[in-house]
């Protein structure tokens, strides 16, 4: 889905990664604890005023089954006298690639913005298949904006399908959920 577990991707390892065709991005692993990130999305872009995102991140193992990171996710607009948003957010991810729990807390930089935490799972059923779920929660929340997500990838030796549903209450006030669709190939 959106945010990261932080098992790290190898060194000259390349992601790429689409989201619902509006979103493209990349990730690289530079090294084994660093990836540099980043992406842009599509309509904003045929309209002359390109949203980017860069994200570099470093992460490393404390355990065979523990692994903590930091990174900083970047969010503007071209040809906007803008500062964009900056995000700093620290995780910790239990488990492996097969199975693993992620928990991520992130605030705006410059800004006395209260925390978003995310709670991420993935499971593997099968050599091909696994369920996931990704939740944001924003603790400054009035609106009760938090997100919800579960859904399933389908696996590929470079390939993989993720489908879900995103929701929250003011979602399921009409119907159960948004479809989520993104597809990513490893390079």
Not at 2 to 22: A, H, R, T
Not at 79 to 103: Q, V
Request: aromatic residues 16%; proline residues 3%; hydrophobic residues 40%.
């Amino acid at each position: 889905m959106w945010s990261n577990n932080n098992l790290g991707l190898k060194k000259n390892e390349l992601y790429f990664q689409n989201i619902w065709v509006v979103y493209n991005g990349l990730d690289y692993g530079l090294t084994y604890y660093f990836i540099l990130g980043g992406g842009f999305e599509m309509f904003s872009l045929l309209l002359g005023k390109p949203i980017f995102m860069i994200t570099p991140k470093v992460g490393f193992p404390i355990s065979k089954k523990v692994h903590i990171g930091a990174g900083i996710l970047y969010l503007n607009m071209l040809n906007m006298n803008s500062n964009g948003i900056s995000l700093a957010f620290g995780n910790i991810t239990f488990g492996d690639a097969n199975s693993n729990i992620s928990i991520n807390i992130g605030s705006n930089i410059g800004n006395q913005g209260s925390p978003i935490f995310t709670l991420n799972g993935f499971q593997r059923l099968s050599p091909k298949f696994g369920i996931m779920t990704e939740n944001w929660v924003l603790t400054n929340n009035e609106n009760g904006f938090d997100i919800y997500s579960f859904g399933g990838r389908i696996i590929g030796r470079k390939n993989l399908f993720d489908f879900g549903l995103l929701t929250n209450k003011e979602i399921t006030q009409f119907m159960l959920g948004i479809p989520f669709l993104s597809y990513t190939l490893k390079f």
